[in-house]
Nanobody
Framework: QVQLVESGGGLVQAGDSLRLSCAAS????????MGWFRQAPGKEREFVTA????????YYADSVKGRFAISRDNAKNTVYLQMNSLKPEDTAVYYC???????????????WGQGTQVTVSS
Protein backbone atom coordinates (compact mmCIF):
# COMPACT_ATOMS: atom_id res chain seq x y z
CA GLN A 1 0.00 0.00 0.00
CA VAL A 2 1.15 3.56 -0.61
CA GLN A 3 0.03 6.89 0.81
CA LEU A 4 0.19 10.01 -1.33
CA VAL A 5 0.42 13.64 -0.23
CA GLU A 6 0.23 16.48 -2.75
CA SER A 7 1.64 19.94 -2.23
CA GLY A 8 2.45 23.06 -4.19
CA GLY A 9 -0.98 24.31 -5.14
CA GLY A 10 -1.97 27.94 -4.87
CA LEU A 11 -3.37 31.03 -6.51
CA VAL A 12 -1.54 32.29 -9.60
CA GLN A 13 -2.24 34.54 -12.55
CA ALA A 14 -2.78 33.38 -16.11
CA GLY A 15 0.55 32.73 -17.78
CA ASP A 16 2.33 31.88 -14.55
CA SER A 17 3.96 28.57 -13.65
CA LEU A 18 3.48 26.25 -10.72
CA ARG A 19 5.04 22.97 -9.69
CA LEU A 20 3.08 20.37 -7.80
CA SER A 21 4.72 17.61 -5.80
CA CYS A 22 3.34 14.30 -4.66
CA ALA A 23 5.25 12.49 -1.95
CA ALA A 24 4.66 8.78 -1.55
CA SER A 25 5.21 6.65 1.52
CA UNK A 26 6.77 3.23 1.43
CA UNK A 27 9.81 1.68 -0.16
CA UNK A 28 8.24 0.45 -3.39
CA UNK A 29 7.50 3.76 -5.11
CA UNK A 30 9.41 2.72 -8.21
CA UNK A 31 6.93 -0.13 -8.75
CA UNK A 32 4.03 2.26 -9.31
CA UNK A 33 2.96 4.10 -12.38
CA MET A 34 1.98 7.60 -11.31
CA GLY A 35 -0.66 9.92 -12.64
CA TRP A 36 -2.11 13.37 -12.10
CA PHE A 37 -5.81 14.06 -12.38
CA ARG A 38 -7.87 17.17 -11.78
CA GLN A 39 -11.43 18.05 -10.93
CA ALA A 40 -12.95 21.45 -11.51
CA PRO A 41 -16.13 22.56 -9.69
CA GLY A 42 -19.19 20.91 -11.18
CA LYS A 43 -17.13 18.74 -13.52
CA GLU A 44 -15.99 15.15 -13.65
CA ARG A 45 -12.48 14.26 -12.62
CA GLU A 46 -10.25 14.14 -15.67
CA PHE A 47 -6.91 12.66 -16.56
CA VAL A 48 -4.03 15.11 -16.88
CA THR A 49 -0.83 13.14 -17.26
CA ALA A 50 0.91 9.90 -16.28
CA UNK A 51 4.37 8.39 -16.11
CA UNK A 52 5.12 4.69 -16.22
CA UNK A 53 7.00 2.92 -13.48
CA UNK A 54 9.86 1.46 -15.42
CA UNK A 55 10.89 3.29 -18.56
CA UNK A 56 9.35 6.61 -17.61
CA UNK A 57 7.12 6.93 -20.64
CA UNK A 58 4.80 9.89 -20.28
CA TYR A 59 1.27 10.59 -21.46
CA TYR A 60 -0.67 13.86 -21.54
CA ALA A 61 -4.18 15.05 -22.07
CA ASP A 62 -4.44 17.19 -25.19
CA SER A 63 -5.49 20.17 -23.08
CA VAL A 64 -2.13 20.30 -21.28
CA LYS A 65 0.24 18.93 -23.90
CA GLY A 66 3.17 21.27 -24.39
CA ARG A 67 2.44 23.19 -21.17
CA PHE A 68 2.64 20.57 -18.42
CA ALA A 69 5.40 18.09 -17.68
CA ILE A 70 5.38 15.11 -15.34
CA SER A 71 8.55 13.69 -13.84
CA ARG A 72 9.50 11.38 -11.02
CA ASP A 73 12.40 11.00 -8.61
CA ASN A 74 12.34 7.44 -7.33
CA ALA A 75 15.11 8.20 -4.83
CA LYS A 76 12.84 10.79 -3.21
CA ASN A 77 9.58 8.84 -3.67
CA THR A 78 8.16 11.90 -5.37
CA VAL A 79 6.37 12.70 -8.59
CA TYR A 80 6.18 16.24 -9.91
CA LEU A 81 3.86 18.18 -12.17
CA GLN A 82 5.42 21.25 -13.73
CA MET A 83 2.67 23.50 -15.04
CA ASN A 84 3.58 26.37 -17.34
CA SER A 85 1.50 28.94 -19.20
CA LEU A 86 -1.38 28.36 -16.84
CA LYS A 87 -4.88 29.27 -17.95
CA PRO A 88 -8.03 29.99 -15.93
CA GLU A 89 -9.47 26.73 -17.24
CA ASP A 90 -6.67 24.87 -15.43
CA THR A 91 -8.32 25.82 -12.14
CA ALA A 92 -9.13 22.61 -10.29
CA VAL A 93 -8.20 20.37 -7.42
CA TYR A 94 -5.24 18.30 -8.59
CA TYR A 95 -4.82 14.74 -7.40
CA CYS A 96 -1.94 12.36 -7.78
CA UNK A 97 -2.59 8.66 -8.03
CA UNK A 98 -0.61 5.43 -8.12
CA UNK A 99 -1.19 2.24 -10.05
CA UNK A 100 0.43 -1.16 -10.00
CA UNK A 101 -0.31 -1.59 -13.70
CA UNK A 102 2.53 -1.17 -16.15
CA UNK A 103 0.58 1.30 -18.30
CA UNK A 104 -2.63 1.91 -16.39
CA UNK A 105 -5.90 2.94 -17.93
CA UNK A 106 -7.62 5.88 -16.30
CA UNK A 107 -9.73 3.61 -14.07
CA UNK A 108 -6.80 1.44 -12.96
CA UNK A 109 -5.33 3.70 -10.30
CA UNK A 110 -5.45 2.15 -6.85
CA UNK A 111 -4.26 4.89 -4.53
CA TRP A 112 -5.13 8.56 -4.40
CA GLY A 113 -3.95 11.63 -2.57
CA GLN A 114 -6.21 14.20 -0.94
CA GLY A 115 -5.65 16.80 -3.63
CA THR A 116 -4.24 20.30 -3.82
CA GLN A 117 -6.11 23.35 -5.08
CA VAL A 118 -4.81 25.26 -8.08
CA THR A 119 -6.54 28.51 -8.93
CA VAL A 120 -5.59 30.54 -11.99
CA SER A 121 -6.94 34.06 -12.19
CA SER A 122 -7.39 35.88 -15.49
Amino acid sequence: QVQLVESGGGLVQAGDSLRLSCAASGRTFSRYAMGWFRQAPGKEREFVTAITRSDGNTYYADSVKGRFAISRDNAKNTVYLQMNSLKPEDTAVYYCAASTELEPKVDEYDYWGQGTQVTVSS
